[in-house]
T-cell receptor
Framework: AQSVSQHNHHVILSEAASLELGCNYS??????LFWYVQYPGQHLQLLLK??????LVKGIKGFEAEFIKSKFSFNLRKPSVQWSDTAEYFC????????????FGAGTRLAVHP | DAGITQSPRHKVTETGTPVTLRCHQT?????MYWYRQDPGHGLRLIHY???????DKGEVSDGYSVSRSKTEDFLLTLESATSSQTSVYFC????????????FGPGTRLTVL
């Protein structure tokens, strides 16, 4: 069965530190990849997505992610985090075509201290 | 934000009672989904719909049923609620086809005592 692994469950950083959150998936076919963010008490919001083309995708709020097909990875990065980035981050995969069902990772809770 | 509303937003109920959650969209999207969110599990798909009266099971469908009689509404029913169904429930929609990004509603927090 397809699965998504997020390696870090909790990450604590100071403001201005760099961020990298890992995401690996298990599926050999064509995939679409997503990162969603959930701020405390809110619903999930799309941060960025990859469908095809340039494997380095840029999203909102200075986030970017790189798709490395050979490693089945889609890691999220931000060069300098802010306190307002405190949230839970979810990586998700859906198989190209079909009914667009998403498979989510377990999430990474990020706490940024001033 | 996508035009998705969920009702109720919070509900406390007792074991054995039926519960229905409603998802309403104003985007006229074809696909609708119900997920549950639990700590350590991320979001897991319960049921989804690919059109009016067209629904199918997700990975955690036991104990849940759904109905979609109109494009804009997708109902999730817990026939006889159990404590293991205490969770936050999110509805999502997508346009489908090449543009298959899912957009999420505000969620319903359900507590089963």
């Amino acid at each position: 069965a397809q699965s998504v692994s997020q390696h870090n469950h909790h990450v604590i950083l100071s403001e201005a530190a760099s961020l990298e959150l890992g995401c690996n998936y298990s599926y050999g076919g064509t995939v679409n990849l997503f990162w969603y963010v959930q701020y405390p008490g809110q619903h999930l919001q799309l941060l960025l997505k990859y469908f095809s083309g340039d494997p380095l995708v840029k999203g909102i709020k200075g986030f970017e992610a790189e798709f490395i097909k050979s490693k089945f990875s889609f890691n999220l990065r931000k060069p300098s985090v802010q306190w307002s980035d405190t949230a839970e981050y979810f990586c998700a995969v859906n198989l190209s075509g079909g009914y667009n069902k998403l498979i989510f990772g377990a999430g990474t809770r990020l706490a940024v201290h001033p | 934000d996508a035009g998705i509303t969920q009702s109720p937003r919070h509900k406390v109920t007792e074991t054995g009672t039926p519960v229905t959650l409603r998802c309403h969209q104003t985007e006229n999207h074809r696909y609708m989904y119900w997920y549950r969110q639990d700590p350590g599990h991320g979001l897991r798909l319960i049921h989804y719909s690919y059109g009016v009266k067209d629904t199918d099971k997700g990975e955690v469908s036991d104990g849940y049923s759904v109905s979609r009689s109109k494009t804009e509404d997708f109902l999730l029913t817990l026939e006889s609620a159990t404590s293991s169904q205490t969770s936050v429930y999110f509805c999502a929609i997508s346009e489908g086809g090449r543009i298959n990004t899912q957009y999420f509603g505000p969620g319903t927090r359900l507590t089963v005592l």
